[in-house]
């Protein structure tokens, strides 16, 4: 490792040819920077992920014992989700939970909340217009337009599949 | 070694200047937020601000607080009113200068807004020094700053946004440096003068990165540039400082820098050091690659920095702030993260 890395550092300061040069730069500069530990940072993802679907079911589970069917159910716990995401983010909690979870913490609907709480509550101060109104999906955005457009490519693939009867 | 060329010019080499009547530093001050407070030199600041809104609304006008607190700071400490002040040059990373427009407008000094990133307390200082010594001002004060919600707000997400940050990603200093460089020395003080004996400006250097969460890695490359050009103009090697100090290069960039300079034959491995390194404590504060921003460089100066040279502990250094010129946009348009690094040397009479 060490003969590998002098070796690529020199590969950078004698090369004359700019575009090699930096794609040298770059070669070395990933073997010198330290990465996360990509089983760690799955096994922490997995156990929040995890621990947060587990809630979810338990809310599921208790809003069905209170007399809700399946559906409504699904939708209470949604909502209830959401509301514990935004309240953690608005004390400053989910932010820790984030660190340590990684995508377990981003892929449930709470990742969404937050992302979507995160910049009203910083741009609050730009105004209800400017400030919130215009900003509060700028990490939401991508999600909510790309989910709708391709939900609206599927419908269309899914209408034509059944004017063809395949489906 | 180079001294001043014929017919009394500045100029040496390429890109330096040894200037012919040095200016001093007559005061400094440094204004940090908490988490730097409770860093190693927490205990060297004038002032920690525990609350990172300074009482104040917005993120830009805390930063903007900082950065009066601060002038203010160096003008008591140096016993003079803002009218002895014949240019303030400063600047911060908030969009259009925000800090600085807004933190120092009260103070009716004539101003110079500069932008270099984190870099520009070293572009302060040149410029402050360049004009004291042409003869175009008798004292003039450097002023930056940065605050670690404002430039997340900024740069980043914002600050309630769950994300992990990687290894190689800074933690921007929340912090005001100012120092003021003068004519004359200060004649109330017993304490030995620091004078600015000259500068390397810097090139702008671009090997190609893109992570912008790995700015020690592009401001490395920049910063090996100025030192190196600084030995050839000066003709010297690296045993003629007894410290070159970095602004915000952080763990992954003091690698790179010792390893680029080491091709050339320059080892500066012992007498090298970091600001973004030595104002956090890596194991306690969670900051991972160390700490950055305009404010990083900037207050470690004018408190740990002048504090050795005023004490003799250094005789000589480079001091060399590294700035990474990225902005939002030039990121999401699939631009390199351009670095900067500007070398003022300064000793202890």
Redesign the interface.
């Known amino acids: 490792m060490s003969n590998q890395k002098k070796g690529s550092v020199s590969n950078v300061v004698s090369e004359q040819d700019t575009k090699k040069r930096n794609e040298n730069y770059n070669q070395y500069v990933k073997e010198v920077t330290p990465k996360f530990s990509m089983a760690k940072n799955m096994l922490q993802a997995f156990l929040v992920g995890g621990i947060i679907c587990t809630i979810g079911q338990c809310f599921i589970n208790y809003y069905k014992y209170l007399g809700a069917g399946e559906d409504m159910a699904k939708s209470y716990n949604t909502v209830t989700l959401v509301f514990l995401a935004v309240l953690f983010t608005g004390v400053g909690v989910y932010q820790k939970l984030a660190k340590f979870g990684g995508a377990g913490t981003l892929v449930p609907i709470t990742g969404f909340a937050n992302s979507v709480a995160a910049p009203a509550v910083e741009y609050k101060k730009e105004g209800q217009i400017f400030g919130i109104g215009c900003k509060i999906f700028t990490i939401a955005g991508p999600v909510i337009l790309y989910g709708i457009f391709s939900s609206w490519v599927l419908g269309l693939i899914y209408y034509i599949l059944k004017l063809l009867k395949i489906v | 070694m180079a001294e001043n060329g014929a017919n009394g010019s500045k100029m040496v080499g390429k890109q330096s200047i040894f200037f012919k009547d040095p200016p001093y530093i007559v005061a400094s001050a440094s204004i940090a937020g908490k988490k730097e407070g409770e860093g190693p030199m927490g205990s060297l600041f004038d002032l920690v601000q525990m609350d990172p809104m300074l009482g104040k609304?917005?993120w830009e006008e805390a930063e903007s607080e900082l950065m009066k607190e601060a002038a203010q700071t160096a003008l008591q400490k140096a016993g003079l009113k803002n009218t002895d002040i014949r240019y303030l040059i400063g600047g911060d990373l908030l969009g259009q200068l925000i800090a600085t427009s807004f933190g120092i407008a009260e103070l009716e000094i004539p101003i110079l807004g500069i932008y270099g990133a984190c870099s520009t307390m070293g572009e302060a200082m040149s410029i402050g020094a360049m004009l004291v010594d042409g003869g175009y001002a008798d004292k003039v004060m450097a002023i930056t700053s940065s605050h670690f919600a404002g430039a997340e707000?900024q740069f980043r997400?914002?600050?309630?946004?769950?994300?992990?940050?990687?290894?190689?990603a800074s933690w921007t200093v929340t912090g005001s440096g100012a120092v003021i460089i003068s004519k004359q020395k200060n004649q109330n003080s017993s304490e030995p003068g620091v004078i600015i004996k000259g500068i390397t400006t810097g090139k702008i250097v671009?090997?190609?990165?893109k992570?912008s969460m790995?700015m020690g890695?592009a401001m490395a490359?920049a910063a090996y540039d100025t030192i190196k050009q600084n030995f050839q103009d000066l003709g010297v090697d690296p045993n003629y400082y007894d410290k070159i100090i970095t602004g915000d290069l952080g763990y992954?960039g003091k690698?790179?820098l010792i390893?680029?300079l080491?091709?050339?034959n320059y080892d500066i491995s012992n007498i090298h050091m970091d600001c973004g390194i030595e104002i956090f404590n890596e194991d306690d504060q969670d900051t991972h690659s160390g700490g950055s921003g305009c404010g990083c460089s900037a207050i470690t100066f004018a408190s740990y920095i002048l504090k050795q040279l005023k004490e003799r502990s250094w005789k000589r250094v480079l001091f060399l702030p590294t700035g990474a010129l990225l902005s939002q946009v030039s990121f999401n348009e699939g631009k390199t993260v351009p670095g900067i690094a500007h070398a003022v040397i300064v000793e202890a009479e």
Request: hydrophobic share 25%; proline share 10%; net charge negative.
């Open positions: 609304n917005t707000k997400f914002p600050l309630d946004y769950g994300n992990q940050r990687p290894y190689s671009d090997y190609g990165l992570d790995n890695a490359p992954v690698n790179i390893d680029l080491k091709e050339n």
